[in-house]
């Protein structure tokens, strides 16, 4: 992998100097993934670019398609893509039909397949194709290890981080089989230091809304306690390489209280992920040289500046 980077580096270095190396990290989160389109458009409209980039789950799906092209226009063709996604088509809950497909699979619902289509009418065919070095997590069920795609095919990759165990069948690549990347790691930030990164910006949607009334159903146990699982994980991870060199965590899913497989909020989580970065970078977001400040920032709603809170 880090030879297959250096292969893209650039080459015009002064002796003993160390590449600046951007990269973005983006997770994933299902339907939330929406999120990080609105954070990445308010991130290129300042000028913040990306000098490489890893994706897991859904965040593959953008991280590819912003390699391919770096610039404004794609993500706004992300934002059309997203917008076009219905629920019903990932997620076909005609019982006869999600009883017919677990009989024969034994292990999921919903067909992974349609995920691999999906990524192949909007992404490039292979890695090959890309502008900027990308790497895409997924979760080797077969040898039980988590599994890094830089070369290949990119809809395989994308399909393969991307399929959430218990929902869609595990999605085959030669005799291997692959399951969601977050199984293994959900943001990505040891990939990106392998990959050479002097600073990394990463995108967490997996957070669970603090706010929201706890659902004590069986699946709404299940899901909260897999946010929280993957919450602590990546706070490890930040605090692993958070004294090695700066890492801009940006937390926009806070109190959206989406679930992931909803994909009816789509719009409302694009533009207010927008929104919310645009307040962060304009209200202390960048130093004084115009680069993103370090840490773990949690994007909250605007408040009205005319409200006052009086402690009792």
Wanted: aromatic share 8%; proline share 5%.
């Amino acid at each position: 992998m880090l030879s297959w980077w250096r292969r893209r580096r650039p080459t015009a270095m002064q002796p003993g100097e160390r590449p600046r190396r951007r990269v973005f990290v983006l997770g994933g989160g299902g339907s939330r993934g929406a999120c990080s389109v609105g954070v990445l458009k308010a991130l290129l409209e300042v000028g913040i670019m990306p000098d490489g980039l890893v994706g897991c789950s859904s965040g593959a799906f953008n991280a590819v398609a912003l390699a391919a092209r770096p610039n404004l226009e794609t993500i706004e063709q992300l934002a059309r893509v997203w917008r076009t996604i219905r629920g019903r088509d990932l997620f076909d809950r005609n019982p006869l039909r999600m009883a017919y497909r677990y009989v024969r699979s034994r292990n999921s619902f919903f067909d992974s397949r349609y995920l691999r289509t999906l990524a192949a009418m909007n992404l490039p065919a292979t890695f090959d194709q890309l502008v900027l070095p990308c790497a895409v997590i997924a979760t080797n069920l077969t040898r039980a290890r988590k599994e890094i795609f830089t070369t290949g095919s990119v809809p395989d990759a994308v399909a393969a981080s991307s399929a959430i165990p218990g929902l869609f069948n595990p999605y085959r690549i030669g005799e291997e089989e692959f399951v969601d990347g977050a199984v293994a790691e959900n943001v990505g930030l040891t990939e990106a230091v392998q990959l050479g990164a002097t600073e990394i910006i990463a995108i967490d949607n997996s957070t669970s809304n603090p706010l929201r009334p706890p659902n004590n159903t069986l699946t709404g146990v299940l899901a909260q306690s897999i946010q929280i699982m993957l919450g602590q994980r990546t706070l490890e991870e930040y605090q692993r390489y958070a004294h090695d060199l700066p890492i801009s965590l940006l937390v926009p899913n806070v109190e959206f209280g989406t679930a992931g497989t909803d994909f009816s909020q789509v719009d409302r989580m694009i533009d207010e992920a927008y929104v919310r970065t645009k307040a962060f970078l304009a209200n202390g977001g960048l130093d004084a040289a115009g680069k993103l400040e370090s840490g773990i920032h949690y994007m909250l709603p605007q408040r009205r500046r005319d409200l006052i809170a009086i402690a009792q």
